[in-house]
């Protein structure tokens, strides 16, 4: 079974520990792949007709 996961990193000064921290969990886990987020709560501002 492969899993994937999505991993949202909050800013800070310790960004790289954190990564590095998920992908030891992840190594450790058997997750073949994961996705770190950053800014996942941002609004999305643009408008729908707009060209994006």
């Known amino acids: ?3 994937a996961l999505r ?3 909050l800013p800070g ?3 790289a520990g954190t990564a590095a921290r ?3 969990f992840c190594g450790d886990h058997g997750i ?3 996705v770190l987020i950053t ?3 941002e609004v ?3 408008q729908a007709d ?3």
């Open 1 to 3: 079974m492969y899993y």
């Open 7 to 9: 991993f949202q990193v």
């Open 13 to 15: 000064p310790d960004v």
């Open 22 to 24: 998920v992908a030891e």
């Open 32 to 34: 073949g792949e994961v």
């Open 39 to 41: 800014g996942g709560e």
């Open 44 to 46: 999305w501002t643009a």
């Open 50 to 52: 707009e060209d994006v």
